[in-house]
C-alpha cells in the first residue's frame, strides 16, 4: 500500500504550535512511513525546523491568510492541490479554513467544530476554549484519535550545537558557577492576528522583579523579546547588554532558555517554549484562562488571580477592561519571587 501523504496546518501562534507537538509526534509514531507536510506561518515555523517527525515543512506569510490576501491564497491552493494530499488536519478552528481545504479537495479533512460549526470537514471534534477538563495537547491529540502517554508533553527539538551556543552565551554575559540564571519575557501578546498587550503583567513590577533578584539574590537576569520590544523592555532599566530583545531568533531564544534555572514572563510563546525546553517558570495569567494552556512534565507556577468577569478572552477576542485589569496588576513581585523560591524548593526535594 502507497504510504499516506499527510498535511497538517497551523499557522502560529507560537505558543500553539508548541501545544500540537505531541499530536504530531504521535500520528508519525502511528504511521512511521507516512510522508508528513506541516504548513505553519514564519513566526512559528522555527519551533518545527529540525523535528524529524516532518518531511516537509511549508512556511508562508500567516497574514496570507488573516488579511485574506486573495492572490497569495490561490497560490497557496494550487501548491496543496498540485501535491494531492490524502488527508488534512486542520488545527485552526476558524471556519475559513475549513472552506479552503473543502476547496482543494483533499479526500479526508479532519478538524475542530467550534460551536457546532464544522462545514466542510469529513470528521469533526469539539474544541473546547479554556476549559479545565480539555487541555490543548488532548485536543490536537483528539484529531489523530491517539492518546499516548509518553508523548503528553510538548518537546522542542534544539540541535547539540544550538544548546552548547547558548551556553558560551550565558557565560559571555558572566554566569558563575552555581549563580542562579533567570530568563524574563516582559511582552508577549502580540502575534500576526492579534495584539493584546493587556496580557502582560506591569512593566513596574517586573522592574520591582528583576531589582530584587539581582540584589537579594545575586542572580543574572536576562531579557528576552521581539525587535518590537526592545524598546518596552528598555524601560526596566537593566544594562542593555543584558536586554538581548530583537537580537536573537527564536531557535537561539529556546536554547537559551533551556539552559537559565528559570523562566519568567506572561502568557506568551516563550512561556510555552519554556515548558517545551524543560525549564521551570513562573507565567502570568490574566484575561486568558491558565485552564488548558499550562505547562504538562515542566515545573510551572502559574499566578492568575480571577476577578469576577475572568476570563474574558474567547476566540481570538477580549473587550477593553472597565476594572483597570486588576486580574493582573494586583499580583505582587513579592508574589512572583514566592513562585521562584518554590520551584527552587522543588528542585532541591
Known sequence: MKPATILICKLGAIGDVVLSLPMLQALRAR????RITFLVGRAAAPVLEKNPAIDDLWVIDENDFWKKRFYALIKIFLAIRKHSFDRVYILQWSSLFHAFFWLTGIPERIGFSRDGHAFGLTCSVPYYEAHSAHHDVDLYQSLVDISLESVRSPQLVLLKEEVESAEARWKKLGAQPGQRRIAIAPGGGSNAKLVMPMKRWPLEHYKTLIQKLRAEQNALVILLGSEEERTLLEQTNVPSEINLAGQLSLRETAALIKQAHFFVGNDSG??????????????????????GKKARGTPQQILYRQEVCSPCYRFGHAPACPYELKCLTQIKPEEAMNAIERLSAAKVS
Request: hydrophobic share 45%; aromatic share 8%; glycine share 8%.
Open 31 to 34: 504511521e512511521p512511513q507516512a
Open 270 to 291: 516563550l512561556a510555552h517554549i519554556a515548558s517545551a525546553v524543560g525549564t521551570a517558570s513562573v507565567v502570568f495569567f490574566g484575561p486568558t484562562s491558565p485552564h
